[in-house]
């Protein structure tokens, strides 16, 4: 955004956007740290069903975990593209890493139907609370990550991206990674770790 | 996502182009594009003041009301909507944006540079805080006012749970504070992020950290706190929003929820958000002193290193907003300890202000009157502090008004009174005049009079076990006394208050005229002419010291006596070309300077707040208006050009 | 020195406010003496009186630094004027690590020292009521505290309830089970003892000792709604003798009329929720059985 920045020497070496994508990442850790906090404080402490036990479908959401992983690849995959100058494959990776992240979008939805429909609701319990406010907040990450992807895509088709843009792809690619990462921890936390 | 830059030019774009230029000329659709750190700088301020003075009437009706026992100036109803407002207001609208207005006036002049690294950003900041703060004042009329009912929140600033649920603050006032805050604070993440990149990345060459002004290190430690401190605040009112709009459980107790959650999320943000509001009266105070005691902050590297153990030290103390809720002995020892511990930080900054004193040559101007009313001030409110680590003891004063005395001494007497030696003493770089000398002496004095007259007393009224937020007493408590007291000081405050008003007008249009160097600086600011050209800085300044313009203004000779630099030899050194914006060529006068282009996208992109706010408490249907306005506001940010092409 | 004094005495009308606003604070501060309803500078119970104490031993010190550093800065504003707009500079002192390590490290030795009784304090006064405490059950709702008796029963087992003015025994410890039926509440004697917040879903116990019969007046001390400002109580503290006294009257009274008595409040006491139990890490004895002694 700064004029230019993209070539100029700032005081610490590293370019203003990316510094700033750094300290949003920093902040946002605090964000979903946060809502893990509620989250843990209130496993098993529901006072009515529906529970935790009787609703979650750990190889479903495996398989939808393993598929946001797998975007991350192909996020990697994209930038290094666009840092070879190859901006076809760049462009076949991003589409893979949306859809991918579209994917899993789809599985949250699948999977917050269905537990609607056993019961659960954000006023059922303080599970049914905390979950869909974790989970909702990240699946809004993802959601926001696919539109930044494809108005990359959008505009790389109409030849905005090229070798010397390679940052932007960048940055999309560490917010993605981020995005990642919080779902790996509240897979660990919110399906494979539950309460006895 | 912002960084695009448009690759071919469409009609569409021809037009917003125009568009833009036709702004930057016009004298008031300029303020509503503008980008220049500057402008947005008296934006952010002049809002500020003005909700000052919105927040200090709701004090006055309030001091009215107490001034006396069973008073019937204001209703139960409108007592508690009054201090709820009037806690949020001088928060969230007052001493946050109005530190804001001098991070943004500031920074960029005191390291160097010419504007921000994202000045776009910066006026999405301005434009969200505006929105925050109309939205939410908007909750006055949410109930019908002329028939004299406020609409107000009622929930307190700290809206504890579970009295911020619906089935016990019914009516909109709380989910007009809720998401009011929520806006505010991004507003105030956008302003976090873009100081931290300002301050670490685009210092003038040989401005290294340690050369930094005092003022820029507070900064820097402000912003981190807010970076860190908002997510959590965000997060406890998305929750809220959920239970209250949508029948979600995080405070329902009736659901099994822990009530203390709320305060536990609330502190951990409110506690580093009582330094985001002092640390910046820190470095102002810290700029001041040495000028007008004429020689250098004393032991800067004790002052740097404090503000940044007082920051870290921050999030370890909002325990002790909580003795009395019965968390038990581990946590209320543990949490003693660490509150007494961050009193020696903050001692170890008032002892170095003295030593800044001590063999000075003190120039007693209006800024520095109001930089040593806020170390005096400071220390009663710090130790008054430390009387509240006491815990057992605390829990005779927790809630009391010994405790509104403590926080007013350190955020009236401290962070207000360093906001004001501000403005007077950075008044004259922005306008190019002086603040009248004589009003300003008589607006200290009356300020510090009425300052303490006010607040006192309400160390005895607290003490003689009179609880905070009660609209009315019984006559027979020994408190008619000292809130009789406290309410004359608060008018004579309002006086000075009002005598400030008078001479910024005044001196505003016939003040005295100033210098570049007005008061004999030290730092880069008044390296530049008064008023700054818009580009700041015509030739990038090369730093070689800290208090660089001192260095090039004094010297020691032989005998070690400070003497002046031979005129003529107090030229600047500069850095031609390369200057941290792109100009490839010589920049006398600023030509050629690449600035940053006017733009409305980010007034367009903030409006989009309070259309979705509005939406989420009355009708749905407003929210796709709101996020419309995001999406074509973040949109047209991304593609428009960020600067002309050189034409 | 001599020059300093000179200063000052020349200088004297122009701080006329400053000795003012001085005369002002002696003013205030003798103030606190006062036998006032809720002044915490006039304990009558054991907790009380130990919170004073402290307070002052924190708060003497705390007047001596404040009274250093603004005499100080005051002392510092005359001796260092500028008398001559056009004189050099001073000598541009930029600092002293020794000086600036002594006034770093002293401080937080003295703080330290300071912690070492209220640490003591805290764990003293959050110890678990004793076993021969006299137990009462409060229950907090807007805007008003009640009162029951779980030793005070009728003839079907419900405890004596009082919607107001309570009687508590003097010279032994009182246990207040702390019930809320709405939102956060406090409860508060300032001259018996500091505030416990009354937390729905979790049921603080605080004690508290009254020396001597006597009135005393309490109040709400957090926010609790529209009418925070009125949630008051009387508490009476009757001698061993007039409160067994009262509780043989109120108990002849329960047996001769039977009649039903308000139940308590939905909290339900005796069934702790999980959070309550999980949430407070410290031992906050709820209902326990050594709580419930007399």
Redesign the interface.
């Given at each position: 955004m700064a004029v230019g920045s993209a070539h100029l020497e700032t005081s610490t070496g590293i370019d203003n956007r990316k510094l700033a994508m750094w300290l949003f990442l920093g902040s946002e850790c605090l964000f979903f740290g946060s809502l893990i906090a509620a989250y843990l404080l209130y496993r098993g402490h529901s006072l009515t069903g529906p529970y935790p036990e009787d609703l979650v479908d750990i190889p479903f959401t495996s398989v939808s975990a393993f598929i946001l992983l797998m975007s991350s690849v192909s996020m990697v995959l994209a930038l290094a593209s666009i840092q070879k100058g190859n901006v076809r494959n760049m462009q076949i990776w991003l589409a893979t890493t949306a859809i991918l992240g579209a994917m899993f979008i789809a599985g949250q939805a699948y999977e917050f139907t269905e537990f609607h429909h056993e019961g659960l609701s954000l006023s059922a319990n303080l599970y049914g609370t905390t979950f869909f406010v974790l989970t909702g907040f990240h699946g809004a990450h993802v959601t926001i990550g696919v539109l930044i992807l494809l108005s990359l895509l959008t505009y790389s088709f109409r030849g905005g991206i090229q070798k010397q843009d390679s940052l932007k792809i960048e940055l999309a690619g560490l917010y993605w990674h981020f995005v990642d990462i919080v779902w790996i921890i509240i897979f660990t936390l919110v399906y494979l770790i539950q309460p006895q | 996502?912002?960084?695009?830059?448009a690759?071919r030019t469409s009609p569409l774009a021809e037009s917003l182009r125009n568009a833009r230029q036709a702004a930057e000329h016009n004298p008031i659709l300029s303020w509503f594009a503008t980008v220049d750190h500057k402008r947005i700088g008296v934006l952010y301020g002049v809002s500020a003041f003005i909700f000052f003075c919105i927040g200090g009437c709701e004090a006055l009706l309030m001091r009215a009301q107490l001034a006396g026992p069973n008073a019937n100036v204001l209703t139960?109803?409108e007592f508690?909507r009054l201090f709820t407002m009037h806690g949020t207001t001088m928060v969230f609208l007052v001493v946050m944006p109005l530190s804001n207005a001098f991070f943004n006036l500031m920074v960029p002049l005191m390291i160097g540079s010419r504007?921000v690294?994202?000045?776009?950003?910066n006026a999405f900041s301005y434009w969200t805080f505006i929105a925050g703060a109309l939205f939410l004042n908007a909750s006055f009329f949410t109930r019908n006012i002329f028939s004299g009912d406020l609409g107000a929140p009622?929930g307190?600033w700290f809206g504890?749970?579970?009295?911020n649920l619906r089935a016990?603050?019914p009516g909109h006032g709380m989910d007009f504070w809720m998401l009011g805050i929520q806006i505010l604070g991004i507003a105030s993440?956008a302003g976090?992020?873009?100081f931290?990149?300002t301050i670490?990345?685009?210092?003038a060459p040989g401005?290294t950290l340690f050369r930094m002004p005092v003022f820029i290190w507070m900064t820097l430690v402000t912003s981190f706190l807010i970076?860190?401190?908002?997510?959590?605040i965000?997060?406890?009112l998305?929750?809220l929003t959920?239970d209250r709009l949508?029948?979600?459980?995080?405070f329902n107790?009736a659901?099994?929820?822990?009530?203390?959650?709320w305060q536990h999320?609330f502190w951990l943000f409110g506690h580093p958000e009582v330094y985001i509001l002092i640390l910046p009266a820190f470095g102002i105070v810290s700029e001041i002193l040495p000028v007008f005691?004429?020689?250098?902050l004393?032991?800067?590297?004790?002052v740097v290193f404090?503000g940044i153990a007082i920051g870290f030290m921050s999030w370890g103390v909002w325990v002790h907003h909580m003795y009395?809720?019965?968390?038990?002995?581990?946590?209320?020892?543990a949490f003693?300890?660490s509150t007494?511990?961050i009193?020696?930080?903050t001692?170890?900054k008032?002892?170095?202000w003295?030593?800044t004193?001590?063999?000075?040559?003190?120039?007693?101007k209006a800024p520095m009157m109001f930089a040593?009313g806020t170390?005096?001030m400071f220390?009663?409110g710090g130790?008054?502090g430390?009387?509240h680590?006491?815990?057992?003891?605390?829990?005779?004063?927790?809630?009391?008004y010994f405790v509104v005395a403590h926080f007013h001494y350190v955020l009236f007497g401290g962070a207000i009174f360093a906001l004001f030696a501000g403005i007077y003493y950075w008044f004259p770089k922005f306008t190019g005049k002086f603040l009248n000398e004589r009003l300003g002496h008589i607006n200290f004095?009356l300020m510090?009079?009425g300052f303490?007259?006010t607040f006192?007393?309400m160390?005895?009224s607290g003490?003689?076990?009179?609880?905070?937020?009660?609209?009315?007493?019984p006559s027979?408590?020994?408190?008619n006394?000292?809130n009789l007291l406290s309410s004359i000081g608060a008018f004579t405050i309002a006086l000075s208050v009002l005598i400030f008003i008078i001479n910024f007008l005044w001196s505003i249009r016939k003040g005295k005229p100033a210098s570049a160097d007005p008061w004999d600086g030290r730092t880069l600011e008044w390296t530049i002419p008064s008023p700054p050209p818009h580009y700041n800085f015509a030739e990038i300044p090369i730093v070689h010291s800290r208090d660089d313009f001192w260095h090039r203004k004094?010297q020691?000779d032989a005998q070690?006596?400070?003497?002046p630099v031979l005129a003529g030899a107090a030229h600047a050194p500069t850095l031609s070309g390369?200057d941290?914006?792109?100009a490839d060529h010589d920049d006398h006068g600023g030509h050629g300077i690449?600035?940053?282009s006017p733009s409305f996208m980010p007034l367009i992109a903030a409006l989009g707040f309070p259309f979705i706010a509005t939406g989420l408490i009355y009708d749905y249907a407003l929210v796709p208006v709101g996020v419309t306005l995001l999406v074509v506001g973040f949109?047209g940010w991304?593609l428009e050009p960020?600067?002309e092409e050189e034409a | 020195m001599s020059d300093l004094f000179r200063t000052i005495r020349r200088n004297a009308p122009r701080y006329v406010p400053l000795l003012l606003m001085l005369a002002i604070f002696v003013l205030l501060i003798s103030g606190c003496t006062t036998d006032t309803p809720q002044n915490t500078f006039a304990p009558e119970g054991e907790v009380a009186r130990k919170q004073r104490d402290l307070f002052y031993l924190a708060m003497w010190p705390a007047i001596g630094v404040m009274i250093l550093v603004l005499g100080g800065i005051v002392l510092m504003c005359l001796r260092f004027r500028e008398r001559d707009p056009n004189s050099r500079p001073p000598k541009q002192i930029e600092g002293n690590t020794r000086l600036e390590l002594t006034w770093t490290i002293a401080p937080a030795i003295l703080l330290l020292i300071v912690g070492v009784p209220m640490v003591a304090m805290i764990w003293d006064l959050g110890r678990s009521p004793d076993a021969n405490a006299y137990v009462i059950d409060v229950d907090a709702q807007r805007y008003s505290f009640s009162f029951s008796y779980p030793d005070i029963k009728d003839p079907s087992g419900q405890p004596l309830f009082l919607p107001a003015e309570p009687h508590i025994p003097t010279g032994r410890q009182v246990a207040f089970r702390l019930h809320s039926a709405d939102v956060i509440h406090s409860f508060w004697i300032p001259r018996l003892g500091g505030k416990l917040d009354v937390v729905p879903n979790e049921d603080n116990v605080l004690w508290l000792v009254a020396d001597k019969p006597d009135t005393f007046h309490g109040e709400c001390a957090e926010y609790c709604g529209l009418d925070h400002a009125t949630m008051k109580m009387i508490v009476h503290a009757d001698s061993p003798e007039d409160f067994q006294k009262w509780v043989d009257e109120q108990q002849a009274q329960l047996n001769a009329t039977p009649k039903p008595t308000p139940v308590r409040s939905a909290t339900p006491a005796a069934t702790p929720s999980p959070v309550a139990a999980s949430a407070s890490p410290a031992p906050t004895p709820t209902a326990t059985p050594q709580a419930t002694g007399g």
């Open positions: - | 996502m912002a960084t695009i830059a690759p139960n109803d508690n504007d690294a994202f000045p776009r950003l009622d307190g504890y749970a579970p009295l016990y603050t993440l976090g992020f873009n931290i990149v670490l990345n685009m210092r401005m970076i860190f401190a908002m997510p959590v965000a997060v406890a998305f929750e959920f949508f029948g979600a459980n995080f107790p659901a099994g929820a822990n009530p203390l959650l999320m005691a004429r020689k250098p004393f032991g800067y590297p004790f404090s009395t809720t019965g968390l038990g002995t581990v946590a209320n020892s003693g300890i007494i511990l009193a020696v930080p001692g170890v008032i002892f170095n003295m030593g004193l001590w063999g000075g040559s003190i120039r007693f040593i170390v005096a220390t009663i130790l008054s430390v009387l680590s006491m815990v057992p003891s605390d829990y005779q004063q927790q809630d009391t004095w510090l009079i303490n007259l006192f007393p160390h005895i003490l003689l076990g009179m609880p905070r937020r009660i609209y009315t007493y027979d408590y020994g408190w006394l000292w004094y020691e070690g006596n400070v003497v390369g941290g914006h792109g690449h600035l940053p949109y991304a960020a600067a | -």
